[in-house]
């Protein structure tokens, strides 16, 4: 049996999980929507949470090209790649009408008690999203006080982020998601003007 049929089932999975949930999805949905056999299913993923592990490392291997590089094309500024990122979501969530968030975030709420797989894998695909934004923060070390915990500002920002899609989507208010961000640009304003200071009295 060959990759491309893996690659079909697995792309098939990720957009039902994202879409409907994964406890809403069933495998009669996954064999229907990716027009393979369950003897094909089966021979690649025993059951479905190995189907959801392949997933997650498809989300895990897949993060700069399926999600960074969209988002930056045309951005240098690394505090701006912060803020194209973020604005990524606000998209998703209005081309949906507030039906799709963050698909790492929604796996999180949704499995409560998931396998110690599942829980690596998503905290690995958490790490991977904060790596990315602390890189940009390094890279915006001279606009910002030199004593930031650029990590645990990393952190808040994932936490800002998914908080926002969250309240948003049940609100279904797009505004909601803006006054987050607003704050966050506030934060960074203030961080910038600290930054300055810290110059102009050196």
């Known amino acids: 049996m060959n990759t491309a049929t893996r690659d079909r089932i ?6 039902l999980f994202y879409v409907k949930g994964y406890q809403s999805t069933s495998i ?12 094909s299913l089966y021979h690649f993923f025993p059951g479905k949470q190995d189907l959801l592990v392949a997933v997650l490392e498809f989300y895990r291997d897949g993060i700069q090209e ?7 094309v045309g951005v240098d500024d690394p505090i701006e790649k912060i803020f194209a990122l973020l604005n990524g979501y606000r998209t998703g ?19 409560s008690e998931p396998d110690p797989r ?13 790596d990315a934004v602390e890189r940009c923060l390094f890279e915006a070390r ?15 920002i994932l ?6 899609i969250m309240q948003a989507r049940t ?29 102009s009295a050196g």
């Open 10 to 15: 697995v792309m098939t999975a990720l957009e």
């Open 28 to 39: 009669s949905d996954i064999l229907s929507r990716s027009q393979v056999h369950s003897g």
């Open 66 to 72: 399926n999600l960074l590089d969209l988002a930056w």
């Open 93 to 111: 969530l209005l081309m949906s009408d507030f039906a799709h968030g963050c698909p790492i975030g929604n796996l999180a709420l949704e499995i």
């Open 118 to 130: 599942i829980r690596e894998l998503l905290q690995v695909n958490f790490d991977n999203w904060i």
């Open 142 to 156: 001279e606009q910002i006080p030199a004593d930031t915990d650029r990590r645990a500002l990393a952190e808040f």
């Open 159 to 164: 936490t800002t982020m998914e908080g926002a």
């Open 171 to 199: 609100a279904r208010d797009i505004a909601v998601f803006d006054r987050n961000i607003d704050v966050l640009r506030q934060h960074f304003a203030m961080l910038t003007h600290t930054a300055g200071a810290e110059t």
